[in-house]
């Protein structure tokens, strides 16, 4: 046994870090109201608290002595194959988060699950979730005791009655609340001091180099390992999006305010994980090489009693290992009380009749677990393996009906239980006759075996696949009925035919932009000053050098004269863009790095071409360039220049390169997302803005034009003066005066009605823009040119100079207010600024086209590539704004549709505007899109003159018998008008 000394100064340090976390414990998790603050802690938690306590909760034992011990006995490879949970959390981040905020109401698993598939569901569910829970914390309870009793020398027992009695009173008093913050402090200690232990073993072991050749070669072995089946299965478990079945895990989720906070978080969790595995395997590798002779449980005992000889920095060691366990520990005992209670207890006995004071029985219950850890891990000696068993065990049962379910098939409860049957048949066989050294294949077997017995359970009982798609008020189902004429139209659909290329390269352009000018001037004077970065030895390979650089400089410059270019190559823009893009930075960085033999001026350029192409395009863009340009490089140096030997780089440059890359990409993703948040929030505020100026104007100009009208119908009142009727004075509108007074206030009111439908055009254009942007509906672009023709307000005698030719009908991704927007503004230009009296107007439907024309006076030809110019006008000065076109452009650009002009002056003058969107994929198009949009709300345009003036004085609140008085309305017109504004 190994002998040490501890110091008084490093109890000291342990015992404070224990007293603080009681403490933060406490005053974190004081004056708890109800059950949803206990649990959820009224989801007011920021997203790095959120971040945090997740990662505080992964973090535990396993992930620091189970690694050690892992890479002692087989080497890199269980780092490596840790990277499975990467996938795993990224593909959570990308489709959880706006399905998981449906299950608002929810505060635990079982409750999820019980949403979905039923109450009785729910209890299984908590029955499990709280066996899980109950291991997980008791695992990490004789890991206290390892760590008190090895390095302090405190009895195991003691040590475990210690900490677990800390844990077990801040738990049960405070909560999620204490649980959360004191997680942070934890994670705060352990975050500052694991990785500086990793740095002083490091330098005692000597540098990475050193240290990789003094370790065993078996260590650095990935492809040839004799354990390669075992961790290849691990990383395809790992893959597997068990975390949700974990009780801890959902709770976290539950807890987020929003659906932004969970994908940040997983986001982050999924860089960090990797990043704290590495710093674990330094750590390990480093003691390898320090202490041979050790088991690989033991390296933070030697390197902690004897390279740290602070005793301060000592105490902190240890409180940083107390902190990874605790936090794991105290998450789990928390969530083991709540499913236990909330989704066992209180179904099976709480009714209408009966009650259960459910945060009082989760209190006593946790402080109650924790004593049952305390024995539990005192008497157990193989609690990590009763810990690995029940998450196999869950996570098979739940982890494919629960994901489905939240993603939106629809739940069939019947085939829930029996799938869960099947597989816990499938899991008990499988645990019994596997031979021991394929055991580990139970669990993927098991979940594999749920999914697809659950999967054709759900194809029998719905006779296709039924999802929901779930709004905050109703759900609404859909069925898929699967067949080989679907599956291949999917499949064919799916691939990247040049038109998707050439439609995806073009949305991307129009959508991010392009800084093709500063691009390509920096590209230019890259590829022809910086003599270091192109000079070569080889004359041969210096000549490569320079025509790739003639080509790089060629392309750049085209770049910057892109105004130029002729007409009919502009739409090809965008593909030309990317693919300079791809030439100039991932390809023309990967041959030269390989050229150079991986020089160090090269290898910088790794990572300033990573960060530079990121910066320039989207990461979805990143993920698909980065990979071409690479694998483009690759193929081109070995077909033109030689076979690629990274080996012969050396260690040094070969570790420089994966650090350039990996953190260059993280950081830079992490930058691109978050200019792409602010750039949407940019967006939305300006939307908002918009709609809220329109809301505002609208409101003020309402209430002006009717004080207005009614200052001027008393003037006149006043003006004819009073007249004797029985004996009283009283003001009497004659005839004439009203029919005067009719006439003159019309042409008015028609101005103020027509003013304010713009604005409140104007306002649905902003609110309809703003929430359609992310997914606009499909419509038939004949339906919406019905609804736009009988919205818009027509000067007498327009509407009979319209044609219509619509027999070419097509679906278009569009959102409806902002395109109408579009159409009237054509339309009443056609007729504004046509220079006739009688200008006719033609809207056709032709080649996916829709074209509005008129017979007006044409456009000069020197104006044409100025009319989508914002403020760009040829009326006279306060006659137009010059927006409306400008405006129509980024409307139709937004949803990768394309809008020109062609016109004529002279005797067979005319104008055309062609507005062309892609084809809709047939699987978009819904039978609300085959069907004719409904006429929505009154249609002003069409009444006449007096069913205007008596919806005016409808919305002015006017009495019925007067408006049936001034208007000669019957009563059932007024009536119907009266139903019609307030559907």
Same mark, same amino acid.
């Given at each position: 046994m190994l002998l040490y000394n501890i110091s008084e100064s490093t109890l000291w340090v342990v015992g404070a870090f224990l007293l603080i976390t009681l403490v933060i414990g406490l005053y974190a998790g004081r004056g708890i109201q109800n059950i949803k603050e206990y649990v959820l802690g009224k989801r007011n938690f920021s997203t790095i608290a959120i971040t945090i306590t997740m990662l505080a909760t992964v973090l535990g034992g396993g992930s620091t002595f189970g690694a050690t011990k892992a890479i002692y006995s087989h080497g890199i490879i269980a780092t490596f194959a840790t990277f499975g949970i990467v996938i795993h959390l990224l593909f959570l981040a990308l489709v959880i988060p706006s399905k998981i905020m449906?299950?608002?109401? @929810?505060?635990?698993? !079982?409750?999820v699950v019980g949403q979905l598939y039923g109450k009785k569901s729910k209890i299984i569910s908590g029955i499990l979730g709280t066996i899980y829970a109950l291991c997980v914390a008791g695992g990490q309870f004789v890991a206290i005791g390892i760590i008190l009793n090895s390095f302090l020398g405190i009895n195991q027992f003691y040590g475990i009655c210690i900490a677990g009695l800390i844990l077990g009173i801040y738990s049960s008093i405070g909560g999620i609340k204490a649980v959360t913050f004191t997680d942070i402090f934890q994670f705060l200690v352990m975050i500052t001091i694991i990785p500086l232990i990793s740095t002083l073993i490091l330098k005692k072991a000597g540098d990475y180099k050193i240290l990789l050749n003094k370790v065993p070669s078996k260590t650095l072995l990935i492809f040839n390992h004799e354990q390669l089946s075992f961790y290849v299965v691990l990383f395809i478990l790992w893959m597997i999006p068990s975390s949700i079945t974990d009780p801890a895990s959902m709770q976290r989720l539950l807890m987020a305010g929003s659906k932004n906070q969970i994908r940040n978080s997983y986001f982050i969790r999924a860089a960090f994980i990797p990043v704290f595995r590495l710093v674990v395997m330094i750590i390990a590798l480093s003691a390898m090489v320090l202490y041979p002779n050790i088991k690989g449980e033991n390296a933070f005992k030697y390197i902690i009693i004897n390279l740290l000889t602070n005793p301060i920095i000592k105490g902190l060691a240890i409180s940083a290992l107390l902190a990874m366990v605790m936090s794991t520990a105290d998450s789990y005992l928390h969530v083991a009380g709540v499913s236990f209670i909330h989704d066992v207890i209180k179904p099976i006995f709480e009714n209408d009749k009966?009650? #259960?004071?459910?945060?009082?029985? #989760?209190? %006593? /219950?946790?402080?109650?677990?924790? %004593?049952?850890?305390?024995?539990? @891990?005192?008497? @157990?000696?193989? $609690?990590?393996?009763? =810990?690995?068993?029940?998450?196999?065990?869950?996570?098979? /049962? +739940? =982890?494919?009906?629960?994901?489905? !379910? %939240?993603l939106g098939m629809k739940p069939y409860k019947k085939g829930f239980w029996i799938s869960m049957i099947i597989t816990l048949f499938t899991f008990i066989i499988a645990n019994l006759y596997l031979p021991p050294k394929f055991i580990y294949f139970a669990s993927p077997i098991g979940t594999i075996v749920n999914g697809i017995s659950f999967f054709c359970l759900h194809l029998i009982k719905y006779k296709g696949i039924a999802w929901v798609k779930r709004t905050d008020k109703k759900e609404e189902t859909k069925l898929w009925i699967p067949s080989p004429q679907k599956i291949l139209d999917s499949i064919i659909n799916s691939i990247p035919t040049p038109r998707k290329i050439y439609e995806y390269s073009r949305f991307q352009v129009m959508k991010n932009g392009s800084q093709n000018i500063i691009f390509g001037i920096y590209c230019c004077i890259n590829f022809a000053l910086p003599y270091f970065l192109w000079d070569h030895q080889d004359p041969e390979k210096f000549n490569m050098m320079t025509n790739l650089r003639f080509i790089g400089g060629i392309m750049a410059g085209l770049l910057i004269v892109k105004d130029q270019w002729k007409e009919f190559l502009k739409p090809y823009y965008s593909l030309y863009w990317h693919a300079t893009l791809t030439y100039c930075l991932p390809f023309i960085t990967t041959v030269m790095f390989l050229m150079t033999g991986g020089s160090l001026s090269w290898l910088m350029n790794v990572g300033t071409s990573i960060f530079f192409l990121i910066m320039l395009v989207t990461g979805e863009v990143f993920l698909i360039l980065a990979p071409l340009g690479l694998g483009l490089g690759i193929i081109f140096y070995s077909y033109f220049i030689g076979p690629i030997n990274l080996s012969s780089l050396g260690f040094d440059i070969n570790y420089f390169l994966f650090y350039q890359v990996f953190f260059s990409t993280l950081i830079g993703l992490l930058f691109a997302y978050r200019k792409r948040i602010s750039y949407l929030k940019q967006g939305n505020i300006g939307l908002n803005l918009g709609e809220s100026l329109c809301h505002e104007l609208r409101n003020t100009l309402y209430s002006l034009s009717c004080n207005q009208f009614n200052r001027a119908r008393m003037e006149q009142i006043l003006d004819q003066g009073p007249k004797q009727i029985e004996g009283k004075k009283s003001f009497v509108i004659s005839?004439?005066?009203?029919?005067?007074?009719?006439?003159?206030?019309?042409? @008015?009111?028609?101005?103020?009605?027509? =003013?304010?439908?713009?604005?409140?055009?104007?306002?649905? +254009?902003?609110?309809?823009?703003?929430?359609?942007?992310?997914?606009?509906?499909?419509?038939?672009?004949?339906?919406? $040119?019905?609804? =736009? +023709?009988?919205?818009?307000?027509? /000067?007498? !005698?327009?509407?009979?100079?319209?044609? /219509?030719?619509?027999?070419?009908?097509?679906?278009?991704?569009?959102?409806?207010?902002?395109f109408a927007f579009v159409l009237s503004n054509l339309i009443r230009n056609a007729f504004k600024h046509g220079g006739r009296n009688e200008v006719q107007v033609s809207i056709k439907l032709e080649d996916h086209k829709l074209i509005i024309s008129d017979n007006g006076q044409g456009i000069p030809s020197s104006n044409l590539e100025k009319v989508f110019q914002m403020h760009y006008t040829t009326g006279q000065k306060g006659d137009s704004t010059g927006i409306g076109l400008g405006f129509s452009k980024i409307i139709v650009n937004s949803f990768y549709g394309e809008i020109w002009c062609e016109s004529e002056e002279g005797k067979d003058s005319y104008t055309e505007f062609h507005i062309k969107f892609p084809e809709v994929s047939p699987s978009k198009i819904t039978k609300e899109s085959l069907t004719e949009m409904k006429e929505e709300g009154v249609n002003e345009g069409e009444r006449n003159q007096k069913e205007r003036f008596a919806i005016k004085m409808l919305r002015d609140k006017r009495p019925i018998k007067e408006i049936f008085e001034y208007t000669d309305l019957s009563r059932t017109d007024i009536d119907k008008l009266k139903d019609d504004l307030k559907n």
């Amino acid at each position: 046994m190994l002998l040490y000394n501890i110091s008084e100064s490093t109890l000291w340090v342990v015992g404070a870090f224990l007293l603080i976390t009681l403490v933060i414990g406490l005053y974190a998790g004081r004056g708890i109201q109800n059950i949803k603050e206990y649990v959820l802690g009224k989801r007011n938690f920021s997203t790095i608290a959120i971040t945090i306590t997740m990662l505080a909760t992964v973090l535990g034992g396993g992930s620091t002595f189970g690694a050690t011990k892992a890479i002692y006995s087989h080497g890199i490879i269980a780092t490596f194959a840790t990277f499975g949970i990467v996938i795993h959390l990224l593909f959570l981040a990308l489709v959880i988060p706006s399905k998981i905020m449906f299950f608002q109401k @929810a505060i635990s698993l !079982g409750d999820v699950v019980g949403q979905l598939y039923g109450k009785k569901s729910k209890i299984i569910s908590g029955i499990l979730g709280t066996i899980y829970a109950l291991c997980v914390a008791g695992g990490q309870f004789v890991a206290i005791g390892i760590i008190l009793n090895s390095f302090l020398g405190i009895n195991q027992f003691y040590g475990i009655c210690i900490a677990g009695l800390i844990l077990g009173i801040y738990s049960s008093i405070g909560g999620i609340k204490a649980v959360t913050f004191t997680d942070i402090f934890q994670f705060l200690v352990m975050i500052t001091i694991i990785p500086l232990i990793s740095t002083l073993i490091l330098k005692k072991a000597g540098d990475y180099k050193i240290l990789l050749n003094k370790v065993p070669s078996k260590t650095l072995l990935i492809f040839n390992h004799e354990q390669l089946s075992f961790y290849v299965v691990l990383f395809i478990l790992w893959m597997i999006p068990s975390s949700i079945t974990d009780p801890a895990s959902m709770q976290r989720l539950l807890m987020a305010g929003s659906k932004n906070q969970i994908r940040n978080s997983y986001f982050i969790r999924a860089a960090f994980i990797p990043v704290f595995r590495l710093v674990v395997m330094i750590i390990a590798l480093s003691a390898m090489v320090l202490y041979p002779n050790i088991k690989g449980e033991n390296a933070f005992k030697y390197i902690i009693i004897n390279l740290l000889t602070n005793p301060i920095i000592k105490g902190l060691a240890i409180s940083a290992l107390l902190a990874m366990v605790m936090s794991t520990a105290d998450s789990y005992l928390h969530v083991a009380g709540v499913s236990f209670i909330h989704d066992v207890i209180k179904p099976i006995f709480e009714n209408d009749k009966k009650k #259960i004071n459910e945060l009082f029985y #989760i209190k %006593i /219950l946790t402080f109650f677990l924790a %004593i049952i850890c305390i024995v539990l @891990a005192y008497k @157990a000696k193989n $609690v990590f393996k009763l =810990t690995l068993f029940a998450v196999s065990f869950i996570s098979p /049962l +739940l =982890t494919i009906p629960l994901l489905l !379910g %939240i993603l939106g098939m629809k739940p069939y409860k019947k085939g829930f239980w029996i799938s869960m049957i099947i597989t816990l048949f499938t899991f008990i066989i499988a645990n019994l006759y596997l031979p021991p050294k394929f055991i580990y294949f139970a669990s993927p077997i098991g979940t594999i075996v749920n999914g697809i017995s659950f999967f054709c359970l759900h194809l029998i009982k719905y006779k296709g696949i039924a999802w929901v798609k779930r709004t905050d008020k109703k759900e609404e189902t859909k069925l898929w009925i699967p067949s080989p004429q679907k599956i291949l139209d999917s499949i064919i659909n799916s691939i990247p035919t040049p038109r998707k290329i050439y439609e995806y390269s073009r949305f991307q352009v129009m959508k991010n932009g392009s800084q093709n000018i500063i691009f390509g001037i920096y590209c230019c004077i890259n590829f022809a000053l910086p003599y270091f970065l192109w000079d070569h030895q080889d004359p041969e390979k210096f000549n490569m050098m320079t025509n790739l650089r003639f080509i790089g400089g060629i392309m750049a410059g085209l770049l910057i004269v892109k105004d130029q270019w002729k007409e009919f190559l502009k739409p090809y823009y965008s593909l030309y863009w990317h693919a300079t893009l791809t030439y100039c930075l991932p390809f023309i960085t990967t041959v030269m790095f390989l050229m150079t033999g991986g020089s160090l001026s090269w290898l910088m350029n790794v990572g300033t071409s990573i960060f530079f192409l990121i910066m320039l395009v989207t990461g979805e863009v990143f993920l698909i360039l980065a990979p071409l340009g690479l694998g483009l490089g690759i193929i081109f140096y070995s077909y033109f220049i030689g076979p690629i030997n990274l080996s012969s780089l050396g260690f040094d440059i070969n570790y420089f390169l994966f650090y350039q890359v990996f953190f260059s990409t993280l950081i830079g993703l992490l930058f691109a997302y978050r200019k792409r948040i602010s750039y949407l929030k940019q967006g939305n505020i300006g939307l908002n803005l918009g709609e809220s100026l329109c809301h505002e104007l609208r409101n003020t100009l309402y209430s002006l034009s009717c004080n207005q009208f009614n200052r001027a119908r008393m003037e006149q009142i006043l003006d004819q003066g009073p007249k004797q009727i029985e004996g009283k004075k009283s003001f009497v509108i004659s005839e004439s005066l009203f029919k005067s007074f009719f006439e003159q206030t019309n042409e @008015a009111i028609n101005f103020d009605e027509n =003013t304010i439908k713009v604005i409140s055009t104007f306002e649905k +254009l902003f609110r309809e823009y703003k929430t359609s942007l992310a997914s606009p509906k499909v419509y038939s672009m004949k339906s919406i $040119v019905n609804y =736009t +023709l009988k919205e818009l307000h027509f /000067l007498p !005698g327009q509407k009979e100079r319209v044609e /219509l030719n619509l027999k070419d009908d097509f679906f278009a991704q569009i959102p409806k207010e902002p395109f109408a927007f579009v159409l009237s503004n054509l339309i009443r230009n056609a007729f504004k600024h046509g220079g006739r009296n009688e200008v006719q107007v033609s809207i056709k439907l032709e080649d996916h086209k829709l074209i509005i024309s008129d017979n007006g006076q044409g456009i000069p030809s020197s104006n044409l590539e100025k009319v989508f110019q914002m403020h760009y006008t040829t009326g006279q000065k306060g006659d137009s704004t010059g927006i409306g076109l400008g405006f129509s452009k980024i409307i139709v650009n937004s949803f990768y549709g394309e809008i020109w002009c062609e016109s004529e002056e002279g005797k067979d003058s005319y104008t055309e505007f062609h507005i062309k969107f892609p084809e809709v994929s047939p699987s978009k198009i819904t039978k609300e899109s085959l069907t004719e949009m409904k006429e929505e709300g009154v249609n002003e345009g069409e009444r006449n003159q007096k069913e205007r003036f008596a919806i005016k004085m409808l919305r002015d609140k006017r009495p019925i018998k007067e408006i049936f008085e001034y208007t000669d309305l019957s009563r059932t017109d007024i009536d119907k008008l009266k139903d019609d504004l307030k559907n």
